[in-house]
């Protein structure tokens, strides 16, 4: 299993993290991707990077709820400064966020769409944040089309018909423990996307599965992801297995 978005360098994991590596490992998790927060993290994230060197791979970017009118600018200089340096998986995790700040929505739309153009021209595919923002998302990725722009609708918590809009934009699907919550309503569609469309993640330390949920999240949970599907689909836990992490193995390249 590939655990395509995990914030492992977070601070709830600081007194054991090494432990819960090891557990997810032990749980059959061959892969971590961690998606960048702002400049305040970047360097602890690339710290484990180098730790794990086989199994874990950073992404670099400006999460949406970090887009503020005194540093947004600043902090893009820092994200476009990593990419000159080095390889990154994926630009991410960026996007638009209206849960939290409305107010900032013009300055999260200039700062999405400048690491589109980033990751168009470093070929790279981009993995999103779409809170309470699935309409404004639509909008830039329909104005900045392009062959190469392609990546994940992380967290994916929206409709049927989104869904399919994602995905006739060449993106996929990033399935975690939203799908087994009660109240999560895209277990109930799911099965109508095709596997070969989606990609596993646990976004830990948020979002736990049940029976956890409410509780810290881990990338050794990601199994409980696979048991949903298992019942979603109707096909075996290996053959999810090996799809989704062909997928994601595609995805990152």
């Known amino acids: 299993m590939i655990d395509t978005h995990t914030h492992l360098y977070s601070e709830e994991f600081d007194d054991d993290r090494k432990e819960m590596i090891d557990r997810a490992i032990s749980k059959g998790v061959s892969k971590f991707y961690l998606p960048a927060i702002n400049s305040e993290t970047h360097e602890k994230m690339l710290a484990l990077e180098s730790e794990y060197p086989e199994q874990i791979f950073s992404m670099m970017g400006l999460h ?3 887009v503020k009118p005194e540093s947004w600018v600043q902090e893009l200089q820092v994200v476009e400064d990593y990419l000159n340096k080095r390889t990154f998986a994926a630009i991410g995790e960026i996007g638009i966020d209206l849960h939290w700040d409305q107010t900032t929505l013009d300055i999260q739309v200039k700062a999405f769409e400048q690491q589109i153009d980033w ?3 470093k070929d790279l595919p981009i993995v999103i944040h779409t809170r309470e923002s699935f309409d404004e998302v639509f909008e830039v990725l329909d104005r900045k089309k392009h062959p190469q722009l392609r990546g994940i609708f992380h967290c994916f918590s929206g409709t049927l018909e989104q869904a399919q809009r994602a995905i006739d934009l060449q993106f996929i699907l990033g399935i975690g423990g939203v799908v087994t919550f009660k109240n999560g309503k895209i277990d109930q569609f799911l099965s109508e996307i095709p596997l070969d469309k989606i990609v596993l993640e646990t976004d830990s330390p948020y979002l736990a599965p049940v029976p956890h949920r409410g509780k810290r999240n881990e990338s ?18 290996v053959e999810i297995e090996r799809i989704t992490t062909e997928n994601s193995e595609r995805l990152f390249r």
């Open 119 to 121: 990751a168009i021209e």
């Open 64 to 66: 949406p709820c970090y």
């Open 220 to 237: 050794s949970y990601l199994d409980l992801v696979v048991g949903k599907l298992v019942n979603i689909y109707q096909k075996d836990f």
